[in-house]
């Protein structure tokens, strides 16, 4: 049972570059989400999506596109990278469900990504 | 709008001690709340949830978190502290359950 595949795991760009970070599930979950982390603010939302074909955004998706094609997979790309954009990234899935069926999400192991 | 303050961004305890991590929560609806645990260079794992089920709620490996409206928290309590408990915690609120919004983190030393 992979879980929350996220590839590339590391990951060095120069300003300006373009890439896609790659989020794979093998549960049939609905929603995925997208995370940055960087130290001492925790984990911030990017980008999200409830469904294949329905994405939305979170609170920093600046700089970031998303898209949701199948429920399998939820690439995050860079458009045109800058060294804000520093940060070691987390794919996440769940369940449908809110309220008392909010069942919490799985997380990937990360791609630590840097913006020379 | 919805807000978890994670009060100590460090706590240090000696091994065999108790474990509390502070979380207060801000939320305009019912809430879901919950505890993950990052080691380090890892991804996070889910410790435990709260769901509108019952208050106090037991996760692995020996935390249990209560829920208490009256005060809008939801602390992380572990009775004897373990070298292995070392890591990253945060807390994480939801009314959707499709977004979630982290506290800041709180770091656990475990001292031998």
């Known amino acids: 049972n992979a879980g929350v595949t996220q590839t590339p795991k590391f990951q060095v760009l120069k300003t300006g570059q373009s890439m896609t970070l790659q989020c794979a599930q093998d549960?049939?979950?609905?929603?995925m989400s997208w995370y940055r982390q960087d130290p001492g603010m925790g984990l911030r939302l990017i980008h999200y999506s409830v469904g294949a074909g329905i994405t939305d955004q979170g609170e920093v998706p600046n700089g970031y596109n998303v898209s949701r094609s199948t429920t399998e997979d939820f690439p995050l790309r860079l458009l045109s990278a800058a060294p804000s954009q520093t940060s070691v990234y987390f794919c996440?899935?769940?369940?449908?469900?809110?309220?008392?069926?909010?069942?919490?999400?799985?997380f990937g192991s990360g791609t630590r990504l840097t913006v020379v | 709008a919805q807000s978890v303050t994670q009060l100590d961004s460090h706590v240090s305890v000696s091994e065999g001690t108790p474990v509390l991590l502070r979380c207060n929560y801000s939320?305009?609806?019912?809430?879901?709340l919950f505890w993950y645990v990052q080691h380090p260079n890892k991804g996070l794992q889910l410790l435990l949830k709260y769901t509108s089920a019952a208050t106090l709620v037991k996760g692995i490996n020996g935390f249990e978190a209560e829920f208490k409206k009256s005060e809008t928290s939801f602390h992380l309590t572990k009775p004897s502290a373990h070298m292995s408990d070392a890591a990253e915690y945060f807390c994480?609120?939801?009314?959707?359950?499709?977004?979630?919004?982290f506290g800041t983190g709180t770091s656990l030393t475990v001292i031998p």
């Open positions: 939320s305009s609806y019912s809430p879901s």
């Open positions: 994480v609120v939801s009314t959707t359950g499709n977004q979630f919004y």
């Open positions: 996440a899935s769940s369940r449908r469900g809110g309220g008392r069926n909010n069942y919490g999400y799985t």
């Open positions: 549960m049939n979950h609905e929603y």
